[in-house]
């Protein structure tokens, strides 16, 4: 992997994070909110999981293999 590929993935991973972060914050505040949509508050965290799954793909890239 290049250095230039790398940056990509760090900052492709940097957003993804912030993301994840507006999702949680997302969830919470209509999970607090009266007569809140269920069906919506299910897409997110389904949309949160999607999201951390690909953001564990692309960690596992950046980590290096290590050899026993």
Do not use: V
């Amino acid at each position: 992997m290049t250095q230039e590929e790398e940056r990509e993935l760090r900052a492709t991973l940097a957003r993804m994070q912030q993301e994840h972060r507006d999702l949680d914050a997302a969830i919470e505040a209509l999970q607090n909110a009266p007569g809140s949509d269920i069906l919506q508050i299910q897409r997110l965290k389904k949309r949160k999981l999607a999201l951390r799954d690909r953001m564990t793909f692309i960690e596992d890239q950046l980590t290096p293999d290590i050899i026993a």
